[in-house]
């Protein structure tokens, strides 16, 4: 069915099911947002780019030149192993991502052989009449056959931070409307908005990339910036780049001055480069993340964006919403009272009217007023004429009704939004000026916000002259009824997340659309200590400049609009910290977007979810809590690779260019250096299984390349020191040949390096904390094959000979010596806080 056809048979049936998978067979999923799996030929030179893997390859292409086949295929099965993993690995963080992802994936009401249905986004098609209503993100681009005070959010297109106003074209324009791109467009609505307000049923006319949406997509790439965490990465690997050029070089020229062979000096630097690479950090980086998305969802954290969990164990500053969050989120009508503070029906009433005829999305403060009143008939009394939808400037919503020939205006909304359009009030049955009522409204609104009460003001006005449509201008001289007051109690399991989240080192600041008075409530039930507040007023008044000097010593900030929360969010991230926004509503979207870790619920309008990099299952901040230590557990573990390749594994081969300055041989040949390498390697792969100790949770984990550096300087020396200990034990003692001084730096450089990590991935004495199971076992295999390979035939094949005795001995004293001297620099390193 093409959309002329679609057109020619629109009813209120919509497609039917067999319609409709004829047509998704034809035109495809509406998909935009997700790649395509990249092939597997596109992966592996994806990863061939890598600066890392090109000093691998270029050493292997130099030793196949010169005849090293052993050489070459040892760098080819580094290389091979390596890519292989990190791409198998990136496919099942894809797969388990995807997974994930589909718990909270984004879903349309439709109508399907004549009823509504609720069907995923990507299964809509061109013919297919879909259902809005405010929250609702427009799943493709579309024609209007029915709008009801339809308001959409378009800001993800056009830029416009303002909702645009729909309406149905007629009839015989509709397919001039569907071959319409123009976002200025009052008849089409474009797949990538969201319905702020009113109804609607959309015919859709276009679908994944050929939306407007999707043509941007195909010419855009936009891609969230690099996260601290990747910046550091890459600076990382220009570090060891940097080093390696230096060292490759200084031993080639030495090794050439000294008149050694030009092949054997060549092939001995191109070792040195390949030992100095950490060519498996890609793939440690993805399947450590990976696990950590896996062990979030078993807390209820759904993530949408891997590298999230990274950032997630870097947040240092989590701005959060009270309602749902900090409440139950389930509020009940308390009080509906007038001026002189007593039960008043006719509050309840008008607040009902107005309730009931408003369209869209009903608030729970609506939904507690029609449980109050429990209608009896009252609503089928009167004839809705019109209405103003809610907004989050005018911060109120009027209704238009008739009875019996007399027209009411109902408004309910903020108390001062309500109050500005107030000419009078009603009290004690009698109308008054307002201003003479001023104090006793903001005294009875304060005495009610002060005990916790969400509170709305309900005002009503009887036309005199009738009207036949309803314009914000027409929002005026109405008289003020009383309140309505609302209850939503603190929510028990908060105080003690607030508590957790604020020992981890998480500066929460409370970002509320409410009064001032009603956040203090909650905050002091809460025992949430308010260290600074400031309103939307106070943040209007200030320039950046001058709230970004305050900002950290604020925590809450109270009736924020959208765009004040963007600012906010804007100026921590300005002050370096690395901030998470939790939100879930229609305005909370581009905070999401915005902040360094979007996070939002599994209840949240779709507009929010899309936006979000996590989805919390559960609307509670333990989860969230949970789910920020398992992100500074990946993190920890990626850490601990970065200071194997910055110390010891740095120190050997430091030792290895300085060694061939004072011997009259290579002290491991290229292939050994090579083979030294890869089994180091393999014993580190169980490294994203380690145990994380509870002080390295306890507190947010940022990256400091100036910090590894002097890590790396404090810490690599000590390895070289040993080394040259060893050398001179191989060599005074043993009296060892090239073979034997060989064998023997092979197993100690190779233990020295692998031991270490059991120093290096804790704080505490290395005793007493316990690594992972495979961590351990992976170690310890990898030593006993190493030692196994120098006493059999295969060692006599790779240049290796047996050791003898005395030298295990020795090289159990050098071990212990150099671990206890790791550890107690280590320690002290820490403890000036030098690193992290």
């Known amino acids: 069915m093409s959309f002329t056809e679609a057109l020619a048979n629109q009813s209120n049936v919509g497609l039917t099911s067999g319609e409709a998978a004829a047509l998704l067979e034809r035109w495809g999923k509406n998909s935009f947002g997700k790649k395509a799996k990249s092939h597997w030929l596109k992966s592996i030179l994806d990863r061939l780019r890598n600066p890392l893997v090109c000093i691998l390859l270029a050493a292997g292409f130099i030793s196949a030149l010169t005849g090293e086949t052993g050489s070459f295929a040892i760098i080819l099965m580094v290389v091979s192993i390596s890519i292989a993993m990190d791409i198998c690995q990136q496919r099942k963080a894809d797969d388990a991502v995807e997974r994930l992802s589909a718990s909270v994936a984004l879903s349309a009401r439709v109508l399907r052989d004549g009823h509504e249905v609720r069907v995923p986004s990507d299964s809509i098609v061109p013919g297919d009449v879909v259902l809005l209503s405010a929250g609702d993100l427009i799943p493709a681009d579309g024609v209007l056959l029915e709008a009801k005070h339809l308001f959409v959010d378009q800001s993800s297109l056009s830029g416009e931070s303002y909702p645009v106003e729909k309406v149905v074209s007629v009839s015989s324009n509709l397919e001039n409307a569907a071959q319409s791109s123009d976002l200025s467009s009052e008849t089409k609505c474009f797949a990538g908005s969201s319905v702020s307000s009113g109804t609607a049923k959309l015919l859709i006319s276009a679908t994944g990339l050929r939306t407007v949406f999707g043509e941007l997509s195909l010419s855009l790439a936009q891609q969230r910036s690099a996260t601290s965490f990747d910046r550091e990465l890459q600076s990382f690997g220009n570090l060891i780049l940097r080093f390696t050029i230096v060292l490759v070089v200084f031993a080639f020229v030495i090794n050439i001055s000294f008149h050694r062979p030009l092949l054997e000096s060549l092939l001995f630097s191109v070792a040195l480069a390949v030992g100095l690479t950490p060519e498996l950090l890609p793939m440690i980086v993805t399947v450590t993340l990976a696990r950590g998305a896996l062990l979030m969802a078993k807390e209820k954290v759904i993530v949408k964006r891997l590298s999230a969990v990274q950032d997630l164990g870097s947040m240092d500053v989590l701005c959060t919403d009270k309602t749902g969050t900090l409440t139950e989120g389930k509020i009940e009508l308390f009080k509906h009272i007038d001026l002189d503070g007593k039960s008043c029906d006719e509050v309840l009433r008008f607040a009902y009217l107005n309730s009931a005829n408003e369209t869209g999305i009903k608030s729970p403060l609506d939904d507690a007023i029609m449980r109050a009143f ?68 903001n005294d ?31 929002e005026e001289k109405l008289t003020f009824l009383g309140f309505a007051a609302f209850l939503d109690p603190p929510k028990q399991s908060a105080s003690a997340a607030l508590r957790a989240l604020k020992d981890d080192g998480v500066d929460v600041k409370i970002l509320s659309g409410d009064h001032e008075l009603v956040a203090r409530y909650v905050c002091n039930e809460l025992q949430f200590t308010v260290t600074g507040s400031l309103t939307g007023a106070d ?51 581009p905070s999401l977007h915005a902040a360094d870790v979007g996070v939002s619920v599994d209840s949240a309008v779709d507009v929010a979810k899309q936006a979000a990099d996590l989805v919390l299952l559960e609307h509670d901040l333990r989860v969230l809590h949970a789910g920020i230590r398992e992100g500074r557990r990946a993190f920890s573990n990626v850490h601990k690779y970065i200071m194997m390749a910055t110390s010891s594994n740095f120190g050997n081969m430091v030792s290895m260019a300085a060694a061939s300055l004072i011997l009259p041989f290579l002290p491991l040949l290229p292939f050994q250096i090579l083979l030294n390498n890869l089994l180091y390697d393999l014993s580190e792969l169980a490294l994203p299984t380690d145990n994380v100790d509870e002080e390295l949770l306890a507190k947010p984990c940022r990256e400091s390349m100036s910090s590894i550096q002097k890590f790396m300087l404090s810490v690599g020396p000590i390895s070289s020191i040993f080394d040259f200990i060893t050398f001179f034990l191989l060599l005074a003692v043993l009296k060892a040949d090239q073979t034997l001084f060989r064998s023997g730096w092979f197993i100690e450089s190779l233990a020295t390096q692998i031991l270490v990590i059991f120093v290096i991935r804790t704080r505490r004495k290395f005793w007493l904390s316990t690594p992972s199971a495979p961590l351990a076992i992976a170690s310890v295999a990898t030593l006993i094959v190493a030692c196994l390979l120098t006493q059999t035939r295969l060692g006599a094949l790779l240049q290796f000979t047996a050791l003898p005795l005395s030298f295990f001995i020795m090289l159990g004293i050098i071990a212990v010596i150099y671990l206890a001297i790791v550890a107690v620099v280590s320690t002290r390193f820490y403890a000036r806080g030098s690193l992290r």
């Open 374 to 441: 429990q209608d009896r008939g009252e609503k089928a009394l009167y004839h809705k004429i019109d209405e103003v939808p809610f907004d989050f400037e005018r911060r109120r919503v009027s209704v238009l009704l008739e009875q019996n020939d007399r027209q009411f205006l109902c408004v309910k909304g903020a108390v001062e939004e309500v109050v500005s359009v107030c000419s009078d009030c009603k009290v004690g049955g009698r109308l008054y000026p307002i201003s003479e009522y001023r104090t006793r409204i």
């Open 539 to 589: 943040l209007d008044a200030l320039d950046d400049a001058s709230l970004s000097l305050k900002i950290d010593q604020v925590n809450l900030f109270c009736r924020v609009n959208p765009s004040q929360k963007n600012r906010i969010i804007i100026l921590l991230r300005g002050r370096d910290k690395i901030v998470g926004f939790l939100g879930d509503g229609i305005n909370d979207a």
């Open 444 to 474: 009875l609104f304060s005495e009610l916000a002060s005990s916790g009460f969400h509170i709305l003001a309900v005002a009503c006005r009887v036309n005199s002259e009738r009207l036949s449509g309803l314009t914000v201008a027409d």
